[in-house]
């Protein structure tokens, strides 16, 4: 009793230390930003052919000795590494390693690149074509452009671009193309070889291929990392991968995966490269190309496979508008730098550097970490729509809302994203019903504006049956949300401190802190967050709050003000689908499920579950529909011991922990649960005061 | 001879403090900075560069790209001059606090001693930059407060004993060529510091024939013993770049390594036997046989012991007749990957020669330029002919070669033979056979480099050598990325000019390779350059040990490395090098706070 006692108070010290730092943050919003260029208005002046047919000599690494990348393919198989394993795998499985060796070569032929001018001319000029029909501009920072120039000569470069579309790669390796810079390797995924022509000239434009899963195949492993390592080692070119891994069906960021980081973080950490630069780029569509698609995909209409002449058939998208891509080309940052004062000593000193390590767990949080701050960088400097902000109004105000209204309050958000540091393309001269309306006509698709108001266009509401009714408006509320959602991990930060406020119901902070804490534990797939710094979190958000007088707070509160009230709820009314959503998934979990289950099988009952709810009404939570936000609560779920991942025969199992399971989400429920005995079982003390919190402030949510 | 003297001087008369037996050699060295007073380097009348003194191949010698060198390399100009402090001020030096009860029982021992405030500060540093820079332009806060010259054993162990009686500091003295801060005095040192010189133990006691063995004084300096050694016709074959000063018994308290090792190995598989002195006694084998199995070996506390557990009086050491040949070799490779593989297979095939190194590119352009004034238009002609052939004609790059310096021992069909091997390797690295001339330069750089940072200290340049040894499939990442760091960390603290920062593998070994660096920079507009060079000098460090290299291979830890010990050895083998000290020495009478 008496630790927990001082557990408190030291916390409360600490909570109100930090915050005296806090007050001396620097101002967020007048982080100074690139101007942008818009590369099209040369391509829509003068010839696309002698564009693509110009002279190409890019700015390469100085300590570069080119060679082919069949070269690059016979160095990786005589590698030690390569070889050590072949050796290795001959020995245990009693085969020749000539045997071994040959399907190592098959690997590489299936992997390899093989990059060509001719190729990369070819979709200069295709490409040009086709953005100039597709987009209205694509702005890029110069400044950005530069910086990358002097980083690509100095050491070995890894570009980290966001991942929201399939144009992501191309765009970019055209945007090198056009500013003669070296074109890069592009890791992509095995599906594209599937489309026959397509997948060999996305290989001779550069893109080399990975298997979606390899995790057990030493051989697979061992050539893949080897082949990334030597490119990277070598300086051959840039290497382009999307730490989230694939595209983002949601807009927001993804989590990001770890695997191919740790690769190409290797060669500095072993000391063959002496640094390697991370360069997050930034890439925001005013308008994505699949996000009809991806509505689909979400609701469990499947992703159709990757073929040429499903390609073809994307043609009729041609036609339309997907107005402007910002990409926004962040500051190199040398992994040498993040790693000094963190991983000094080499930790590979007392082993052969060519032989496969597991890297050490040290290791393994400095990859993730790396990971999470650039994803963070990312998130930073993404573009938003004035669009974006009227999505996320939009939401808060269905089926209808006045249009003046609108106006306003877009204006309203504008101003509160920018204190939040919200990276707004907004021109000085554009008034705000322009905006608006500009990008009503753009996405006619979602919303559009009926006698003074505006509507979602959720088509056939009328004739079709409850089922389809419901089917059609969670598909346009979805891709409303795809935009709200640019939104989030800007505001994720002060609106989980407005939505503990709620919870709470108290002023203290330590205890909105914890509940603030909790919801963060719960939101970590959710949403991007830094590991490990929930009170940094915590400050930053009652900071950002503090600022646009929402709040005010003392030593030991925090309390808001008369008018912070408005901002208050419209922060905690925008995350309200994730609360309601998860509410909803784990009471699906506690009361419908008995027995272990499969992804396979969780995502469709949640989806029926909820589907009902809707029909019936309920519910008005569509976005629990979200296959996303299924998987999302379900890893949450994973992380906080309510759910067991196992693994049985090839497949994983979720086995759920059902008691810890019930009384979790019969906190959900309402009412109280009977007692929290049972519950507090297997769970900290602490936590169980934080899923306190979250009840009771479910409880004034759904009030 | 000298002491004879002084000890009959003593013998009727016990003056305030009997004069320093060592005078008339510590009057030919320099004082402020390294080596003799004679030899130099100058600029002339005509602005050319050029060294004094008889003593080197290259005294007296007009060298005429090497202003050009300097100015190219460091942005120096040679009217920016500093000049350093003409003598001693004798005012500003510590006063000599000694207890009047030991200078009683001092004169009695009749060993002699100085409190003069030149020989204390002679012996009060060692060679780091940051030591000359003091001499130059400073003073320091500690120094010993008096001098003795013990010249036998038995003197050495009297004042031991003394020591431990009055409870005071003994730090050993021997060439004074340190260069890890082992002989600067701790500042926070309350007890009176004795600075026990043992240049008067400079006596060959016998020669061993019949097994090859040399018991020595442990005074005696390098170059010393080699000339002795060889009037019998033997030789040691130990020979560190400062052999001309460095003596036996720093050597064993270092673990010194030699140029030419592979011949003749290092100081710890030359060393048969060795006697120390310590507060708990003498430390000493029962015999002198080439290896034994009794526990761990004594020797290998003592030496590496850096003058922490007792002072070395006599050692034992392996001799061998001098050779009846020697030939320098020199080799070009286009690069310096191509170098380091090819001293990669000479050592995989252990043929190395007696040295072997491998210069990189700044380094050969560094030799280059100490290249006399070519005596005939002949030479001249023929050393334009040889560049032509190997930059045009062999398509070498000037300015990415490099160049691997030889130096063959034996007997003459054996070198010959040797050579032959070594040269043919080479050649399957894409290296030329570029002559004697070039090698013999190679080496003798190493023995004047000291000499030139004198030069450079004159000219607001200030740089320092450091070492370390690393696995062989390392020495390219190592090499490479300390020298970029060195670039970096400079660019970083404000240095104007890219500094000098070169290397060379200067060892081989089967696993792998000694490494030494060669770092300068122009200081100019840096208010503290001491303190800008010692960080990037310990970030040079930080990144030797984060890419595979040891904390030192042959010049120690001293105090200038301790801060890495821990990780060096782990805390364990801390605790036992600890352990032992405490057991040895648990007043901390040897208080010079080396290494642990």
Same mark, same amino acid.
């Given at each position: ?52 047919? #110009? ?54 032929? $299936? ?15 295709? &490409? ?27 050491? =070995?470069?890894?570009? &980290? ?194 032989? =496969? ?36 109004? &939009? ?184 609360? $309601? ?18 992804? #396979? ?103 | ?22 005078? *008339? ?8 900075g ?6 130099k380097f100058i600029f002339n009348?005509k602005g050319q560069a050029e060294f004094t /003194?008889?003593?080197?191949?290259l005294? /007296?010698m007009v060298l005429p790209t090497f202003k050009e060198w300097i100015e190219k390399t460091f942005g120096a100009s040679l009217e920016h001059k500093t ?12 006063? *000599? ?34 030591? !000359? ?19 036998? @054993? ?52 016998? !020669? ?10 442990? /005074? ?17 074959? @130990? ?41 708990? +006694? ?79 590119n700044a380094q050969f352009q560094f030799g280059h330029a100490l290249k006399p004034q ?25 300015? !990415? ?8 021992? /034996? ?6 033979? @040797? ?15 570029? +002559? ?9 750089l190493?023995?004047v480099i000291a000499y030139i940072r004198d030069l450079g200290l004159d000219y607001y340049v200030i740089g320092e050598s ?15 990325? %300390?020298?970029?760091?060195? %670039?970096?960390?400079c660019?970083?603290?404000?240095v104007q000019f890219a500094p000098l920062s070169t ?15 060669y770092f300068a920079f122009n200081y100019r507009?840096?208010?503290?350059p001491? @303190? ?65």
């Amino acid at each position: 009793f008496f630790s927990l006692f001082f557990l408190v108070s030291f916390c409360s010290i600490a909570v109100s230390h930090s915050f005296f730092i806090c007050s001396q943050q620097k101002e967020l919003t007048s982080k100074k930003r690139d101007e942008f260029e818009d590369i099209l208005e040369e391509r829509r002046l003068s010839s696309d052919l002698r564009y693509a047919m #110009k002279c190409y000599t890019p700015v390469i690494y100085k300590g570069l000795s080119p060679c082919k990348p069949n070269a690059i393919k016979s160095a990786v198989l005589q590698s030690e590494q390569v070889q050590y394993v072949i050796k290795q795998l001959a020995k245990e499985m009693g085969e020749s390693p000539d045997i071994i060796q040959e399907e190592a070569m098959e690997i590489l032929d $299936e992997m390899g690149h093989s990059m060509q001018l001719g190729a990369v001319r070819f979709f200069a000029f295709t &490409l040009s074509k086709i953005f100039k029909q597709l987009f209205q501009r694509v702005c890029v920072n110069e400044e950005g452009m530069q910086r990358l120039q002097h980083a690509i000569q100095e050491h =070995p470069v890894v570009l &980290l671009p966001s991942h929201r579309s399939y144009v992501d790669f191309l765009m970019l390796s055209y945007l090198l193309y056009t500013y003669d810079l070296a074109l890069p390797v592009i890791a992509a995924g095995i599906d594209f070889l599937g489309m026959k022509i397509v997948g060999e000239l996305l290989r001779r434009a550069g893109a080399f291929f990975m298997r979606r899963s390899f995790g057990g195949n030493r051989l697979y492993w061992a050539v893949f990392s080897e082949y990334v390592k030597t490119m990277l080692r070598s300086g051959y070119a840039p290497i382009e991968f999307f730490l989230e891994g694939t595209r983002s069906r949601t807009a927001k960021t993804l989590t990001p995966k770890f695997g191919l980081l740790s690769i190409v973080m290797e060669p500095f950490l072993k000391r063959e490269v002496f640094d390697t630069y991370l360069v997050p780029i930034s890439i925001s569509y005013e308008r994505i190309l699949e996000e009809s698609l991806y509505a689909y995909e979400l609701l469990g209409v499947p992703k159709p496979k990757e073929s040429t002449s499903g390609l073809l058939k994307a043609r009729r998208i041609l036609s339309d508008n997907f107005g402007t891509i910002h990409i926004y080309v962040g500051q190199p940052v040398s992994l040498r730098t993040l790693a000094s004062g963190r991983i000094n000593r080499c930790p590979y000193n007392l082993v052969p550097r060519h032989l =496969p390590q597991k890297p050490s767990e040290d290791i393994q949080e400095f990859v993730s970490d790396v990971a999470y701050k650039m994803e963070l960088l990312q998130i930073e400097n993404m573009v938003l729509s004035p669009w974006v902000l009227v999505a996320a109004i &939009l939401l808060q105000n269905l089926p209808a809302m006045d249009f003046e209204l609108l106006i306003e309050k877009t204006l309203w958000l504008k101003g509160l994203t920018q204190t939040f540091g919200g990276f707004i393309e907004w021109p000085d001269n554009l008034c705000a019903r322009k905006a608006v309306l500009s990008g009503l006509t753009l996405h006619a698709n979602i919303a559009r504006l009926v006698d003074g108001h505006v509507v979602l266009n959720d088509k056939g509401l009328e004739d079709g049956a409850v089922g389809e009714i419901v089917f059609k408006r969670a598909l346009a509320i979805l891709m409303c949300a795809t935009y709200r959602n640019q939104l989030l991990n800007v505001f994720v930060r002060p609106s989980l401190v407005a939505v503990a406020l709620q919870m709470t119901r108290s002023f203290r902070k330590e205890e909105v802190y914890s509940c603030f804490s909790f919801l963060r534990d719960v939101f970590s797939d959710e949403f991007i967050f830094f590991p490990g710094i929930s009170l940094k979190d915590f400050e930053e958000g009652c900071f950002l709050l503090t600022k646009c007088d929402a709040i005010q707070t003392s030593q030991q509160e925090i309390y808001p003000t008369d008018k912070g009230s408005v901002i208050v709820s419209f922060l905690s009314a925008m995350f309200k689908p994730f609360v $309601e959503g998860y509410q909803l998934i784990f009471r699906y979990l506690s009361k419908e499920t008995k027995e272990a289950f499969t992804e #396979k099988q969780l995502i469709p009952g949640v989806r029926n579950f909820v589907f009902q709810l809707l029909e019936k009404g309920n519910t008005q939570c569509y976005e629990a529909l979200s296959s996303d936000m299924q998987k999302n609560a379900l890893a949450a779920l994973v992380q906080l011991g309510a759910v067991k991942k196992k693994k049985i025969v090839e497949t994983l199992l979720w086995d759920p922990a059902t008691k810890f399971l019930n009384s979790l989400a019969g906190c959900f429920c309402l009412p109280l649960p009977f007692g929290f005995q049972s519950f507090s079982q297997g769970f900290d003390k602490q936590r169980e005061q934080s899923c306190l919190f979250l009840i009771e402030g479910l409880l004034c949510v759904l009030e | 001879m000298l002491f004879l003297q002084f000890l009959g001087f003593g013998f009727f008369d016990f003056p305030k403090y009997i004069l320093n037996p060592n005078a *008339s050699e510590q009057e030919l060295l320099k004082w402020n900075g390294w080596g003799y007073n004679d030899s130099k380097f100058i600029f002339n009348k005509k602005g050319q560069a050029e060294f004094t /003194g008889k003593r080197y191949r290259l005294g /007296g010698m007009v060298l005429p790209t090497f202003k050009e060198w300097i100015e190219k390399t460091f942005g120096a100009s040679l009217e920016h001059k500093t000049t350093s402090r003409a003598s001693l001020n004798v005012n500003d030096v510590p006063p *000599s606090i000694v207890n009047e009860e030991f200078l009683q029982d001092l004169r009695a021992t009749k060993i002699s001693y100085s409190q003069d405030a030149e020989d204390r500060v002679f012996r009060a540093h060692g060679h780091c930059l940051h030591e !000359i820079f003091v001499l130059r332009e400073g003073m320091f806060k500690r120094i010993p407060d008096i001098v003795v010259w013990p010249v036998c @054993h038995e003197d050495v162990v009297k004042i031991v004993e003394l020591a431990c009686k009055h409870n005071l500091c003994i730090i050993p003295f021997g060439g004074g060529t340190s260069v890890s801060s082992a002989l600067e005095c701790p500042e926070e040192e309350k007890r009176t510091i004795v600075s026990l010189d043992t240049s008067q133990m400079n006596r060959i006691l016998w !020669i061993d024939e019949k097994n090859l063995t040399a018991c020595v004084e442990a /005074g005696i300096v390098g170059q010393d013993l080699e000339k002795q050694l060889a009037e019998s016709g033997f030789c040691t074959g @130990h020979e560190p770049d400062s052999m001309e000063f460095s003596s036996l018994g720093g050597w064993v308290a270092t673990r010194a390594s030699g140029m030419k090792k592979n011949i003749y190995g290092n100081i710890e598989d030359l060393v048969i036997h060795i006697k120390m002195v310590t507060p708990r +006694g003498i430390v000493e084998k029962n015999c002198q046989v080439p290896r034994m199995s009794t526990g761990p070996d004594i020797h290998h506390f003592i030496m590496g012991s850096e003058g922490t557990l007792g002072v070395v009086t006599e050692v034992t050491i392996k001799i061998r007749p001098v050779p009846e040949y020697q030939k320098y070799g020199s080799v070009v490779f286009p690069n310096f990957e191509r170098g380091v593989a090819c001293l990669r297979e000479v050592a995989k095939q252990r043929c190395a020669p007696a040295s072997i190194r491998l210069v990189d590119n700044a380094q050969f352009q560094f030799g280059h330029a100490l290249k006399p004034q070519v005596a005939s238009i002949f030479t001249s002609f023929l050393d334009g002919l040889k560049k032509f052939y190997i930059t045009k004609f062999k398509g070498f790059d000037p300015n !990415i070669l490099c160049v691997a310096t030889l130096l063959f021992e /034996g007997d003459r069909e054996k070198v010959l033979q @040797h050579e032959k091997q070594v040269y043919d390797i080479a050649t399957k690295f894409g290296g030329l056979a570029a +002559g004697e001339d070039n090698g013999q330069r190679g080496y003798m750089l190493t023995f004047v480099i000291a000499y030139i940072r004198d030069l450079g200290l004159d000219y607001y340049v200030i740089g320092e050598s450091f070492e370390t040894s690393v696995p062989w499939d390392r020495v390219l990442d190592l090499c490479r990325n %300390v020298k970029e760091r060195i %670039v970096r960390e400079c660019k970083e603290k404000g240095v104007q000019f890219a500094p000098l920062s070169t290397c060379r593998v200067t060892q081989t070994y089967d696993a792998g390779a000694c490494v030494y660096f060669y770092f300068a920079f122009n200081y100019r507009g840096i208010s503290d350059p001491i @303190h800008v060079y010692e960080q990037i000098e310990r970030a040079a460090r930080e990144e030797i040990l984060a890419n595979g290299g040891s904390l030192s291979h042959h010049h120690g830890v001293g105090k200038l490395r301790k801060r890495w010990m821990k990780e060096s050895i782990s805390d364990v083998g801390l605790g036992m090098l600890r352990s032992v000290k405490e057991y040895v020495d648990p007043n901390n009478i040897f208080g010079n706070k080396n290494l642990l």
